[in-house]
């Protein structure tokens, strides 16, 4: 399975976008990349996933440079409620091996 | 999204007793559930997946006899700790993958935090 690398902590303020970087060099042509978050005490909350294109939904976007080893997931508006531990995890389709392996993650800390 | 229960959500057991934990796809069905487990202050390990029909398949390390995990429904996995002791005591989160889409992504429960004294 692919590597990743997150930094171990982040802060950001209210109000300004979160910009969290995530290495993968050694990822391969079909795997996927996911991030999840997890609040403390509670289960990994997926946010957002992609291969090769940059995607967007409702809780975040998703920026995967063009030799796809690097990624940066973005919260545009972060809130308090954005603390958490965010994961990000590289990984095949449903075929090709379901595991997911987490990293140590990044603590994102959004200050008042 | 896809919504995964886990119960109960905590335990105080004395050692030496088994625990039984629950965790149920509500709204899919899930051929392949996962269970982690998770200390204080460290990420999440992955224990076994968890195969509908079939048997587990425990990551290195894992004690299969200490951990039973039984799949019997498409909908429905549990993890069983037998006799635990105090170094059992953790946080322990099941997974769900959505069997009718192919992308692999998995839903979390809860977690249930567990402690044997």
């Known amino acids: 399975d692919a590597k990743t690398t997150q930094p171990p902590s982040m802060d950001c303020a209210e109000g300004r976008a979160a910009n969290l970087p995530c290495n993968h060099s050694t990822i391969s042509g079909n795997e996927y990349v996911y991030w999840y978050r997890q609040i403390h005490s509670q289960g990994p909350q997926y946010i957002i996933h992609g291969l090769k294109n940059n995607e967007t939904n409702e809780m975040a976007s998703l920026i995967i440079t063009e030799d796809r080893k690097s990624s940066t997931l973005i919260l545009p508006h972060a809130t308090l409620r954005d603390t958490a531990v965010y994961y990000c995890i590289v990984r095949g389709r449903a075929n090709t091996g379901n595991q997911f392996y987490f990293g140590t993650g990044t603590s994102l800390t959004v200050i008042p | 999204g896809a919504v995964v229960s886990q119960h109960p959500s905590r335990v105080i057991c004395k050692s030496g007793t088994s625990v039984k934990i629950e965790c149920r796809s509500l709204?899919?069905?899930?051929?392949?559930m996962f269970w982690y487990r998770q200390f204080p202050k460290q990420s999440l390990m992955l224990m076994a997946t968890s195969n509908e029909g079939s048997k587990a398949t425990y990551e290195q390390g894992v004690e299969k006899d200490k951990f039973l995990i039984n799949h019997a429904s498409l909908t429905l996995s549990t993890l069983t700790v037998t006799s635990a002791h105090p170094e059992d005591s953790s946080f322990y989160i099941c997974?769900?993958?959505?069997?009718?889409?192919?992308?692999?992504?998995?839903?979390f429960g809860a977690g249930t935090r567990l402690s044997v004294l």
């Open positions: 709204d899919f069905q899930a051929t392949t």
């Open positions: 997974s769900a993958r959505d069997l009718g889409t192919a992308k692999n992504i998995q839903y």
